[in-house]
Nanobody
């Protein structure tokens, strides 16, 4: 069974930086797309960033574009999210998700409904 384990969350002041990471463990997981979502209290889960594993093509929500960077390390089966210029509204639980579907479209990446595996989440809190 494949597991995604996030790490790196924490508390940071507005304007600061954090990096969260997600490692895939278990049986071989051939991901085509990895992504980060977040959910703030009382709000729906929302797409943050995604990356196509083979090509490295990246996608970002407008709210984080220019501040967040998603990257992957194929050798370590890890996807990272570097978050800079953090704002209080970035406070949320951040979830890693993976899909093994080569046909995943941009709409699929953003929708978040058809991923094969999810991590347990890591809390990111940005104080003002």
């Amino acid at each position: 069974q494949v597991q995604l384990v996030e790490s790196g969350g924490g508390l940071v002041q507005a304007g600061g930086s954090l990096r969260v990471s997600c490692v895939a463990s278990g049986r071989t997981f051939s991901a085509y797309v990895m992504a980060w979502f977040r959910q703030a209290p009382g709000k729906e889960r929302e797409f943050v960033a995604g990356i196509r594993w083979n090509t490295g093509r990246t996608y970002y929500a407008d709210s984080v574009k220019g501040r967040f960077t998603i990257s992957r390390d194929k050798a370590k089966n890890t996807v990272n999210l570097q978050m800079n210029s953090l704002k209080p509204e970035d406070t949320a639980v951040y979830y890693c998700a993976g899909s093994q579907r080569w046909s995943f479209t941009y709409a699929d990446i953003v929708a978040g409904t058809d991923y094969d595996v999810w991590g347990q989440g890591t809390q990111v809190t940005v104080s003002s």
